[in-house]
């Protein structure tokens, strides 16, 4: 037996460390935490000093008695969770549920996976930080007591499974404000004029009058000033000037340029790096600091002299500017500066590259340029036109990384000018006056609301993935389709002294995975700032945080902080939940021509509908959904109207019914029974009988079989995940080694023996009288099946030691009870219990 237990909160990490420490060292994981708030009750005593209530899951209630076990036995327990505040509180929940011996446990962190890191941590052991743990706790106690208190408002007042959270909620109010400011934008026109010259060697540039034109008579008017002009250089400005290099990656950068030049979202950009983490491969991931370690800017200055040259490396202290950083005290680095190119998987590799480029070139020397500014004048008006450049005399860092921007930072990129003199005519070759309209303001991408939360104080490192997911996964915010809509503009030519007009048309608003706020997702913030002000106000969260901060130095008690805050948010709610009015997010659109009734626009029980009448007239009111490209605040009178057009009746076709309607996934003509897609671009209200029987003959010759095997028919599709064959009611993914549009037999045969095979492995257990079976899962896990009921195991559970009755019970648990009719007088009914936010 081992005489040292080392806990981690991740099995990847405990089978990398596991590597460097000898015989005498079992490593195990905790699988993260091992005890939280209760699922089904607040959890939280409100009453006296806010103590959480912590259990443990019974999904890990083995895991739990399987590391008491093992500390029991050892002769020294080393809780090795990760260094910020999170895995501090999880290093408590194991001392506290394994109730280790304080003379035989050691507390260690370590910012990165190395074997020297981990030496040191063990020689460097010290107690649990109870500071940090207490501003885990806080957060967690904070959120909960937000999400379970607002959460059962927002069921009774807007719609029931609804949540709210003290980050997510204000994360979408920034989206939804946007969204707005969008929407009440005008765009103003002007002109830009912008000239090409060509010196008397022979080359040509461009230059651009540094003012706009209000009108085209005014840029017409320009224009007309420059007809037979004499063109010569009036003043040439040449400057030395250089660029420095970024920062390292803190957890904000790395998830904004990961999305820039890699297009990761901020989800897949922490999961990659959270892999580089555990295969020892960089440092902490999650971490508002700038600072590197000596041991990394010596490592780096070596790299660089080795790898560059002496005049390429320049040692660069840098100095956060984060409120309140938190206790992960490095940027985000390679662990070896000497490891440019590792044997990774593919988004790794560009992503350790990402971080070891940004962490090199940290600490390179300026780029040396030359800046060159040229005026040109003309004869016959004032007007100056200018023209810059620039030169790179030394490249510096730039040999290695340039930080990319976001789109509303981008600036035009200055070239070489041309050899040029004070005094040297030009020759104009054409001058341009082209229609420009003012741009609404940007939506905000994953990469930029990420820089928008953390410009505002809100959130922490481990927050900002979670939130953006969270939002989405309620359906409060979407990634845009916006394909853009076509503009026309002018532009006028002023070429051989003579002026001429063309009319130009170019794409704008196309807002493709940006994020837009859907309909609930602005009913459910309008509510929110209405009536809990505070909860949503950008500079309440950010002070939240910064009482976190200062709970973790130990400089604020956390109990009174919540107790401040519960004072006055707890009557709030009360009064809300029993005062404020229902919010649909209604909208009087104008009134029915036919009827003379009301039509309106409003959430409803399955989602944004058109209404006609009112719930108050005699007769009953109609309603429509509506399409996916409406929202209730931009669908017009007429728009809403066509809506009571569909279903579409289209006749019949061999002798079945045919018509055309939009559902959940867009719009499609139904066909007898048969629901067929229709394709992109294509809408149900103006789709042609002619039409439909086109996609009906597609659906059939594609559903006819294409085979038989084991006297069973073979069909093939394409779905949601690419190409398929269909056989004996299973889908078989038709992988990019087979030609899909010439399968021949064998391919077939080989699919589907594959397909058996597979379904082979994957069974682990099976009761086939129960109709209950045991397979494998993604991700190392395993599932209970019975019919259409799936239990998911945790990771933890050993799905080959489960009994029937285990498996029985489980499935009992999750099948759905049948609603039965009571006899007996109703009681009360109960108030309903808050979901919690996780």
Same mark, same amino acid.
């Given at each position: 037996m081992a005489k040292n237990l080392v806990i981690v909160e991740s099995p990847a990490k405990a089978k990398t460390i596991e590597k460097f420490l000898g015989k005498d060292y079992k490593v195990e994981s905790s699988f993260g935490h091992i005890a939280d708030l209760p699922s089904k009750e607040l959890g939280v005593d409100v009453e006296n000093d806010f103590t959480p209530k912590y259990v443990v899951d019974s999904e890990k209630k083995k895991l739990v008695k399987k590391l008491k076990d093992l500390a029991d036995k050892a002769e020294v327990i080393w809780l090795a969770s990760d260094e910020d505040r999170e895995g501090e509180a999880i290093s408590w929940h194991l001392a506290e549920e394994l109730k280790l011996d304080k003379n035989k446990t050691r507390r260690i962190v370590f910012n990165s996976i190395t074997k020297s890191a981990i030496q040191k941590a063990i020689e460097n052991p010290r107690e649990i930080n109870y500071n940090l743990v207490n501003a885990q706790q806080a957060r967690r106690v904070l959120d909960r007591l937000v999400g379970y208190e607002l959460s059962p408002v927002l069921w009774k007042k807007i719609k029931p499974g609804l949540s709210a959270g003290r980050v997510q909620s204000v994360a979408v109010r920034l989206i939804v404000e946007r969204e707005r400011a969008i929407e009440a934008f005008t765009p103003e026109a002007s002109f830009k004029v912008v000239a090409e010259f060509k010196t008397e060697s022979g080359s040509s540039f461009s230059a651009k009058i540094n003012k706009t034109f209000s009108s085209k008579k005014a840029a017409q008017d320009f224009l007309n000033k420059n007809i037979g002009a004499n063109f010569s250089i009036a003043n040439l400005d040449k400057k030395p000037a250089k660029k420095s290099p970024a920062a390292p990656f803190t957890t904000s950068t790395l998830q904004?340029?990961?999305?820039?030049?890699?297009?990761?979202?901020?989800?897949?950009?922490?999961?990659?790096?959270?892999?580089?983490?555990?295969?020892?491969?960089?440092?902490?991931?999650?971490?508002?600091?700038?600072?590197?370690?000596?041991?990394?800017?010596d490592a780096a200055k070596e790299a660089i002299i080795e790898n560059y040259g002496k005049e390429y490396s320049e040692v660069r202290n840098y100095v956060g500017k984060t409120k309140g950083a938190q206790e992960a005290h490095e940027a985000v680095r390679p662990t070896d500066m000497k490891r440019q190119s590792p044997s990774l998987e593919r988004d790794q590799a560009r992503l350790y590259e990402l971080i070891w480029k940004r962490t090199l070139a940290s600490q390179m020397s300026d780029a040396q340029l030359e800046r060159t500014n040229v005026k040109i004048q003309a004869d016959k008006h004032k007007e100056e036109f200018t023209a810059n450049g620039e030169v790179i005399k030394f490249d510096g860092f730039l040999k290695v990384y340039l930080e990319g921007h976001d789109d509303e930072e981008?600036?035009?990129?200055?070239?070489?000018?041309?050899?040029?003199?004070?005094?040297?005519?030009?020759?104009?070759?054409?001058?341009?006056?082209?229609?420009?309209?003012?741009?609404?303001?940007?939506?905000?991408t994953e990469a930029s609301l990420v820089k928008k939360l953390e410009e505002l104080g809100i959130g922490r490192p481990s927050t900002y993935a979670p939130t953006i997911s969270t939002i989405q996964n309620r359906g409060y915010v979407e990634k845009g389709t916006?394909?853009?809509?076509?503009?026309?503009?002018?532009?006028?030519?002023?070429?051989?002294?003579?002026?001429?007009?063309?009319?130009?048309?170019?794409?704008?608003?196309?807002?493709?995975?940006?994020?837009?706020?859907?309909?609930?997702?602005?009913?459910?913030?309008?509510?929110?700032?209405?009536?809990?002000?505070?909860?949503?106000?950008?500079?309440?969260?950010?002070?939240?945080?910064?009482?976190?901060?200062?709970?973790?130095?130990?400089?604020?008690?956390?109990?009174?902080?919540?107790?401040?805050?519960?004072k006055d948010f707890h009557p709030k709610v009360e009064d809300v939940?029993?005062?404020?009015?229902?919010?649909?997010?209604?909208?009087?659109?104008?009134?029915?021509?036919?009827? +003379?009734?009301? %039509? !309106?626009?409003?959430? =409803? /029980? *399955? &989602? @944004?509908? #058109?209404?006609? $009448?009112?719930?108050?007239?005699?007769?009953?009111?109609?309603?429509?959904?509506?399409?996916?490209?409406?929202?209730?605040?931009?669908?017009?009178?007429?728009?809403?109207?066509?809506?009571?057009?569909?279903?579409?009746?289209?006749?019949?076709?061999? +002798?079945?019914? %045919? !018509?055309?309607?939009? =559902? /959940? *996934? &867009? @719009?499609? #003509?139904?066909? $007898?029974?048969?629901?067929?897609?229709?394709?992109?671009?294509?809408?149900?209200?103006?789709?042609?009988?002619?039409?439909?029987?086109?996609?009906?003959?597609?659906?059939?010759?594609?559903?006819?079989p294409i085979a038989s095997y084991e006297d069973m028919e073979v069909t093939k599709g394409v779905g949601r995940f690419g190409p398929f064959i269909k056989w004996n009611g299973m889908f078989i993914n038709v992988n990019k080694k087979y030609d899909f549009d010439t399968l021949s037999y064998e391919d077939i045969v080989e699919l589907i023996e594959a397909?058996?095979?597979?379904?082979?492995?994957?069974?682990?257990?099976?009761?086939?009288?129960?109709?209950?079976?045991?397979?494998?899962?993604?991700?190392?896990?395993?599932?209970?099946?019975?019919?259409?009921?799936?239990?998911?195991?945790?990771?933890?559970?050993?799905?080959?030691?489960?009994?029937?009755?285990?498996?029985?019970?489980?499935?009992?648990?999750?099948?759905?009870?049948k609603k039965t009719k009571a006899k007996a007088k109703p009681k009360a009914k109960a108030k309903a219990k808050p979901k919690t936010k996780k």
């Open positions: 904004q340029e990961a999305a820039r030049k890699l297009y990761f979202s901020v989800g897949r950009t922490m999961q990659v790096a959270q892999r580089l983490y555990e295969a020892g491969l960089i440092t902490y991931m999650r971490t508002d600091s700038v600072n590197l370690s000596k041991e990394a800017l981008t600036e035009e990129q200055e070239g070489m000018l041309p050899a040029m003199k004070v005094g040297e005519t030009l020759l104009n070759n054409y001058i341009t006056a082209t229609e420009r309209f003012s741009r609404a303001p940007y939506r905000f916006i394909e853009g809509v076509e503009r026309k503009y002018t532009q006028l030519v002023l070429e051989a002294n003579n002026v001429q007009e063309k009319n130009l048309t170019e794409t704008v608003g196309s807002d493709k995975g940006k994020m837009v706020p859907t309909d609930i997702g602005m009913i459910v913030t309008d509510f929110l700032v209405n009536h809990f002000e505070t909860i949503l106000d950008y500079n309440f969260t950010a002070k939240v945080e910064e009482d976190f901060d200062e709970i973790a130095t130990g400089d604020e008690d956390w109990g009174k902080v919540m107790k401040d805050f519960y939940e029993q005062n404020a009015d229902r919010a649909s997010g209604e909208r009087i659109l104008g009134t029915d021509p036919k009827t +003379g009734r009301q %039509v !309106s626009v409003r959430l =409803g /029980r *399955f &989602g @944004p509908m #058109v209404q006609i $009448g009112t719930a108050e007239e005699e007769e009953k009111p109609q309603f429509a959904s509506l399409l996916p490209e409406h929202s209730l605040g931009t669908i017009t009178f007429d728009e809403a109207m066509e809506l009571f057009k569909l279903p579409k009746d289209l006749g019949t076709y061999e +002798g079945e019914e %045919v !018509s055309a309607n939009v =559902g /959940r *996934f &867009g @719009p499609y #003509v139904k066909f $007898g029974k048969k629901f067929i897609s229709m394709e992109k671009g294509e809408s149900a209200l103006d789709i042609t009988k002619e039409r439909a029987i086109e996609l009906i003959k597609e659906k059939q010759k594609a559903d006819s397909k058996k095979q597979k379904e082979i492995d994957k069974l682990i257990q099976e009761w086939p009288e129960e109709g209950i079976r045991i397979e494998k899962a993604r991700w190392g896990r395993h599932n209970v099946l019975k019919g259409k009921i799936k239990v998911e195991l945790a990771k933890t559970v050993d799905a080959t030691k489960i009994t029937l009755e285990e498996a029985k019970a489980m499935i009992e648990k999750k099948t759905p009870k």
